[in-house]
């Protein structure tokens, strides 16, 4: 077998220029070191300046884009971009001295009619009253004032009310664990029932002859309104008891968990939440049966800093149609959102600020339209951040930067209650413990206005931190 050959010996290098050997490559050896050198030198010639102008269209969501853009000195003008684009309409939000009514007593709820700019406020001393916010075109003349009051429907505060889709029927529910239903067309009572400690109340979506309620004691209540007669108009229909009772837990300890808020979510589904824990669950009323107990349909995961420290209640509860979402603000200070088709794959969204201060079960949230006419909800608002009421963007799978939360302030002098949205008219109401209802409109002119005006301790408006004195 014969060996294999040899290698061949290597020729050295006197022939290569000894300035190569220790001199790094040229710009133009690498096509992409050429590139980048040139836009580097572009910009610091300033021949090739880094801001967007209004006309930029938002680029793609990935992380090595945007760390592309923030190396080449984008980073500050994005994030006025998305700052500037994404709070534009919220910080054009404004209330006039003259924009609000003075109540009573402590207002304890607010909601809005769907076909006229009214909204029905329930205080402490349990009234019902119900305001109109009378803003004509040119925002001119106060034709703002009480329409409607029903005196001492409960003899305690009113915990909650709910209108009807037709704006005919409302009903209330008070601290003396009753039930009360009036005709506003008519102006009648038409009955009463006699119910649970109730926490909230919702009509049903589309049958107005349904009711929801749930209690303190984690009953969850489905009244039918259907019936002729005045004793039976309040037949309960079905009854979920104890529903947020975990058969699983400490079995020696019996304590009755209350539901705290509710929310539908279709014709046939709504989901609750209690004070115990960061728990929503989800009912289906097609399997629910009455005298018999029906499991949940699906239910959240508790949040990993809750099972690292201790759990946290929820405080309110709403769905949002746009994205089809629950809403849910927390105790920890901070507000969920949940997909209602997948309850149990978690949270996908959490907004919170330094200024969240929850203590108690009365703070609200809701989803706002900034646009007048639309139902797409840009933005979150929620209570608990003392005289301010905040407003979050809501976040979108094309933004990849989250914009500020908006502050509304001085508008009230003491703890904001509630802030929703009007139906028909798209604008602003909040009530705060300052016995006060506050109207609220999107308007550039007026909030320049009310900023340069001398006598604007009476007035609000949109800001970009909070204002606690």
Known sequence: MSSPPAPLPREPLNDVPPNVLHTPPTPDSSPSFKRTKTLTNLISEEKLVPSLDDNFNKPSSSISSLRLFSQLGYHKSITEFYTRHTRGEALLIASSENCYEQTNSTPFCIRSFGHSSKVAVGNEEGDVLIFDSGFTSSEAGRLRGLRQCIRKPHSTAVKDLSISRSDNVLVSIGGDCRLQLFDLNRKQHLGTSQTGSCNKVQFHPHTPDRLLTCDRLGTLTIH????????????????????????????????????????????????????????IRLWDTRYLKKNVIAPFVQKSSIPRSHKRLRDFGMVSL?????????????????????????????????????????KDFYPNVSVINPIEGSNEGSYIAATG?????????KPSRNQSILAPPVFLNNGHCDNVGALIQQKYSGRLASIADDCTVRFWSFNEQLIEDVKGSTANMFSGWAEESSSQT
């Open 318 to 358: 709403t769905f949002d149609s746009q994205d089809n979402k629950f809403w849910a603000l927390c105790k920890d200070g901070h507000v969920y959102s949940y997909y209602a088709e997948n309850l149990d794959a978690g949270i996908c969204d959490d907004l919170t600020c330094p200024e969240m201060d929850i």
């Open 224 to 279: 039918d309104l259907r019936c002729s007669s005045q004793d039976a108009a309040h037949i309960t229909q079905n009854e979920i008891p104890s529903s947020h009772y975990d058969k699983t837990g400490k079995l020696l300890q019996k304590t009755r968990t209350g539901v705290t808020s509710i929310a539908w979510c279709d014709d046939t589904r709504f989901a609750s939440c209690c004070e115990t824990n960061s728990e």
């Open 385 to 393: 951040t003392g005289k301010s009421a905040v407003l979050f963007p």
